[in-house]
């Protein structure tokens, strides 16, 4: 896809009839400390170049290529933490929530599935020549949306949905929401359209808890061979635990310490910072109202359930 020295980092992807764009940067996988990738871009100056996927070469990537590790998540649930922990697993480059991946997935999507699913294995290859060694693509959490889509791209990659119990998972959206659900903007009507298609939601609350909902019975179409739930109160130990193994990266005892270090900081704290997590279950739980219990224990438990139920072997870690 492209010659020439140096760390081409993908940072942006653009979708066009003439093909799939990348905007690369020259940014070694070594700076990939931020719990974010779109941080690290903004921090690390570096030149930058573009490349061209033209139509007929689009998806023609190695399967080897394909990361070693999915993670999906319901959002406010601890994937954070488990990516920057990854990071602390010697030889495995982490994608926290990048970009390029947005951009391919996100609505309305100009092209048709197939080509998407294109796209993503084209941008699995960028990566996998970023990294130069195994990679695992954290999602942001409206992704888990097309989970399988990303699944269809990368057949033999493992993953992992990271899950937390949707009353505190709610609560936090209404405390921050995400300008992706609850803005007033076009994308936020589009994602609320996707996570509530008869617009039936009354409220925030319901929003929230039909949101929650959409996630789980989009991670039901996933191919559970493949898949794990982590849940939160399992963290942080499921990652080197159970998620390093299940991406092929088991955790030396070097590395554990590490990660048991790593896991004292708050997960999106800058990685110099010497801030100390604080657990917030409770304050969550007492902050959530009447009405948002009564729309979790009619939309988000219900899906929940069916996750955890209805799919064979579909079972949290540690069960």
């Known amino acids: 896809m492209h010659n020439g020295q140096g760390d081409w980092l993908p940072a942006r992807a653009a979708l066009h009839p003439t093909g799939l764009y990348f905007a690369l940067r020259d940014i070694a996988a070594a700076e990939l400390q931020d719990p974010f990738m779109q941080e690290t871009v903004a921090r690390v100056a570096a030149p930058e170049r573009f490349v061209q996927v033209v139509p007929e070469d689009l998806g023609r990537a190695p399967p080897a290529s394909a990361p070693a590790g999915l993670i999906f998540h319901v959002a406010r649930c601890g994937s954070t933490l488990v990516s920057q922990l990854l990071k602390q697993q010697g030889g495995l480059v982490v994608y926290a929530e990048p970009p390029p991946v947005n951009e391919i ?20 290859d960028a990566f996998a020549r970023h990294a130069r060694g195994p ?14 889509m990303v699944a269809e791209a990368f057949p033999h ?46 409220s925030k609350e319901e929003l929230v808890a039909r949101c929650y909902a959409a996630f789980c019975d ?20 499921a990652t080197w635990r159970d998620v390093a193994p299940h991406f092929a990266a088991p955790v030396d005892e070097a590395a554990r310490e590490r990660m048991v270090r790593a896991a004292a900081r708050p997960a999106k704290a800058p990685p110099a ?15 959530a109202s009447g009405s948002l219990r009564a729309a979790i224990d009619a939309h988000a438990r219900p899906a929940l359930a069916r996750l955890q139920d209805v799919v064979p072997g579909f079972r949290p870690f540690g069960q």
């Not at 997935?105 to 699995?124: D, H, T």
């Not at 937390?164 to 709610?170: F, G, H, K, M, S």
């Open 157 to 202: 990659s493992p993953w992992v949905l990271c899950l937390r119990d949707p009353l505190e998972v709610c609560v936090s959206l209404l405390q921050r929401p995400p300008g992706w659900l609850l803005g007033t903007d076009e994308m936020s009507k589009r994602f609320a359209a996707i996570v509530d298609p008869g617009g039936d939601a009354t």
């Open 273 to 287: 910072s010497v801030a100390l997590f604080a657990d917030d279950t409770a304050a969550k739980r007492a902050a």
């Open 105 to 124: 997935l996100k609505p309305p999507q100009p092209w048709a599935r197939r080509e998407l699913v294109a796209a993503l294995r084209s941008l699995g």
């Open 218 to 237: 989009s991670a039901a179409r996933l191919d559970p061979r493949r898949g794990r739930l982590v849940e939160y109160p399992q963290l942080p130990a």
């Open 135 to 148: 990679y695992v693509v954290k999602c942001t959490s409206w992704n888990t949306l097309y989970c399988d």
